[in-house]
């Protein structure tokens, strides 16, 4: 007992422990944490931001991401996951992208509380010595860091319960074989020049198409149709893994790049969350798109749905002109 009582005590002198009760359910409180769509919008402490460039949460998955300091430092970071019980519980291996000098255990559990209405987070940082725990507490302000960043979760939270979950019918998918390599497909989606040519709806005009491919970074374009002013829209990049994977924010926007609403329909979600996977089938490629609405209201989610038909036919023919553009090339 005495020897499990002193291991206990060495292992107390060498971690850091943060809890918050959180006002959101526990499902809704591990998303955030763990899908990278989110978890850019809160991580880190008050004035960092964090931009992903991997992230694979599963038993060995890898997130790999930079925070960027007010300071305009950049700190480049590396998650390994141990273990991964959904809802419930995060295991993970932190430390920089070369493994050294400041790697740390951490677990993270997350408990139901309130009849479900509450979560409580518990966030424990395990280090492998007393004194490097010192360190960066010390150096980094990692307990005031951590708290700051837990109250950033908070806040987040509170806009995503007003947000809801959109159900499967409520997302939007489609697929199509295109008669080129991925690496092909994947350029002709990534570079401008190439972009311009296919881009859009049937009939649409592309003009202005600048293109900053990095996770946070965006494509900005123009496009007019026959007879109707010019419109913008607007991708932000989350997560660039070529050829196989593009995840990216839509919307539509103004010639600066801000979000604006639908042109046509005032009750159109601002932001949609897509998905776009190129699948190397017989010499050629799966290409799928997955799209989701995001911080959406209720009626959004039903114009979403209901306008799900246009959606489709404006993005078949979208992809009618990627397949010739790329069957001339």
Same mark, same amino acid.
Request: hydrophobic residues 40%; negative net charge; charged residues 25%.
């Given at each position: 007992?005495?020897?499990?009582?002193? *291991?206990? @005590?060495?292992?107390?002198? &060498?971690? /850091?422990?943060?809890?918050?009760? +959180? %006002?959101? #359910?526990?499902?809704?409180?591990?998303?955030?944490?763990?899908? *990278?769509?989110?978890?850019?919008?809160?991580?880190?402490?008050a004035g960092f931001r964090t931009t992903t460039y991997e992230m694979d949460v599963r038993p060995g998955g890898v997130w790999r991401f930079v925070m960027h300091g007010p300071d305009g430092r950049d700190y480049k970071n590396k998650i390994v996951f141990n273990d991964v $019980?959904?809802?419930?519980?995060?295991?993970?291996?932190? *430390?920089?992208?070369?493994?050294? #000098?400041?790697?740390?255990?951490?677990?993270?559990?997350?408990?139901?509380?309130?009849?479900?209405?509450?979560?409580?987070? !518990?966030?424990? !940082? /395990?280090?492998?010595?007393?004194p490097e725990r010192d360190r960066v507490v010390r150096e980094y302000g990692a307990i005031d860091g951590g708290k700051q960043m837990l109250e950033g979760l908070a806040h987040y939270l509170s806009k995503l319960e007003h947000s809801?979950?959109? !159900?499967?019918?409520? *997302?939007?998918?489609?697929? @199509? $074989? /295109?008669?080129?390599p991925p690496d092909s497909v994947f350029k002709a989606w990534t570079d401008p020049e190439r972009l311009?040519?296919?881009?859009?709806? !049937?009939?649409?005009?592309?003009?202005?198409?600048?293109v900053d491919l990095r996770p946070g970074g965006s494509f900005l374009y123009s496009m007019r149709m026959p007879n109707a002013p010019e419109m913008w829209g607007k991708f932000v990049y989350q997560e660039i893994t070529p050829p196989e994977r593009l995840v990216f924010v839509s919307s539509f926007a103004d010639s600066h790049g801000n979000v604006m609403r639908h042109p046509f329909n005032a009750?159109? #979600?601002?932001?949609? +969350?897509?998905? $776009?996977?190129?699948?190397?089938e017989?010499?050629?490629? &799966?290409?799928? +798109?997955?799209?989701?609405? /995001?911080?959406?209201? #209720?009626? %959004?989610?039903k114009s979403f749905g209901?306008?799900?038909?246009?959606?489709?036919?404006?993005?078949?023919?979208?992809?009618?002109?990627?397949a010739e553009y790329l069957g001339k090339r």
């Open positions: 007992m005495a020897t499990g009582e002193a *291991s206990a @005590r060495q292992i107390a002198n &060498r971690e /850091i422990v943060l809890t918050r009760v +959180l %006002e959101a #359910p526990r499902e809704l409180v591990f998303r955030a944490w763990a899908e *990278s769509v989110h978890v850019g919008h809160w991580w880190g402490p $019980v959904n809802n419930e519980r995060l295991a993970y291996t932190h *430390s920089d992208e070369d493994d050294k #000098p400041n790697q740390f255990e951490a677990v993270v559990t997350f408990e139901e509380e309130g009849n479900g209405a509450r979560t409580k987070l !518990s966030l424990r !940082s /395990i280090f492998p010595t007393t809801p979950a959109p !159900s499967p019918k409520e *997302s939007f998918v489609l697929t @199509r $074989v /295109i008669d080129a311009k040519h296919w881009w859009g709806p !049937s009939g649409c005009e592309v003009g202005t198409c600048k009750t159109w #979600p601002m932001e949609t +969350l897509n998905t $776009v996977t190129f699948a190397k017989f010499g050629k490629t &799966r290409l799928t +798109l997955l799209a989701v609405p /995001i911080h959406a209201t #209720p009626q %959004e989610l209901e306008g799900k038909v246009y959606l489709e036919k404006g993005l078949a023919g979208t992809f009618d002109q990627l």
